[in-house]
DNA sequence: TATTGTTATACTCTATAACTATA
DNA sequence: TATAGTTATAGAGTATAACAATA
């Protein structure tokens, strides 16, 4: 089910909550389907683009990619089974692993950022380049440093403390 | 873990899903905990509001508040369950039934109104006029009727028909 | 003792399936 | 037969806990 109750321009235009979920949502929606062909997910190339660069231990990486450690590891294994990424012991830490791009996974990135190029001038294109430059200036102002939703606050699910039941609000 | 890597505005200026997803989750943030205080999350807010008109089935509700109706139910128990609604049999289907909202929902409701123009004043305060009415304009042009983001496609996260275990790509 | 990466597991969220009672 | 609402449960995502190896 869900499929859409529609929404007047005029509606929508006072929730910013909607406005900014549906767009977050549909370009996820978009992106996961162009990246696709590639059979690399958001999160892949996330990962894969910011291994490139080298030298990078899995916890590193990371945080730089704003995973937790064992979200890491799932992701990695993916990316080793398809024959984008390598794990090699790190050679001044023994417990450490450095993650590294295989060529095959440096072709990916630079076909995948082609493709997220073209997705972001897809969407992007249906605004003038005033109302595009505005918009983007607008959402740095908001999201960037110092910004209102500059959060750096809880986890963005809830999060759940072991045990502790709370009293779920409605 | 998951903290935050900090990223330049420079940065995250050329990334619009980071831009978009750090919106959405950011603002959710400031609202479920601006809503806290009220004893209600922002679905609760959602579905009790919509249902204030009157008249309306669970399934109507659904429908309009995007919500599959098993989700419906969980919403509607809690709810209940608070004294915000009440769920009455229809007097022309004995199979449905129509949702109201009780004198204390309908203060409730009152409230988180001003709570949440408060949230986005807050928020968009931040920008000028100008910036502030481009921003809306051009978010309603991406996700509004006909835009590059109303997509009526997929679900938003990875469906999950009965077995048929996809090769996940990476 | 603390930390890296791993495995196992728990918890949330949300939707499918099956069911009851009507229509 | 189909539909409204319910219950049970499965699947996906992601984080906590515990562990082995090493620092």
Redesign the interface.
């Known amino acids: 089910?869900?499929?859409?109750?529609?929404r007047?321009?005029d509606e929508?235009?006072g929730d910013?909550?909607?406005?900014?979920?549906?767009?977050?949502?549909?370009?996820?929606?978009?992106?996961t389907a162009a990246l696709?062909e590639l059979?690399?997910?958001?999160r892949?190339y996330c990962v894969l683009s910011k291994a490139m660069p080298g030298e990078l231990t899995q916890g590193e990486l990371?945080?730089?990619?704003?995973?937790?450690?064992t979200t890491m590891v799932v992701t990695l294994d993916?990316?080793e089974?398809?024959g984008?990424a390598r794990r090699t012991p790190s050679r001044t830490d023994r417990r450490a692993r450095i993650v590294e791009t295989t060529e095959e996974g440096d072709r990916v990135v630079a076909n995948a950022r082609t493709i997220i190029d073209g997705v972001?001038d897809?969407?992007?294109?249906?605004?003038s380049d005033?109302?595009?430059s505005?918009?983007?200036?607008?959402?740095?102002?908001?999201?960037?440093?110092g910004?209102?939703?500059?959060?750096?606050?809880?986890?963005?699910n809830a999060p759940r403390r072991r045990s502790q039941r709370s009293s779920?609000?409605?």
Chains 1, 2 share one sequence.
């Open positions: 089910m869900v499929l859409m109750a529609v007047s321009d929508i235009r910013l909550s909607y406005l900014f979920d549906k767009a977050s949502q549909a370009l996820a929606v978009r992106m696709a059979d690399i997910t958001p892949g990371a945080e730089i990619a704003l995973l937790d450690k993916h990316l089974g398809a984008l972001y897809e969407v992007l294109g249906v605004l005033e109302q595009r505005v918009l983007l200036d607008a959402l740095v102002g908001l999201v960037g440093a910004g209102p939703l500059s959060t750096v606050e809880p986890t963005p779920r609000s409605v």
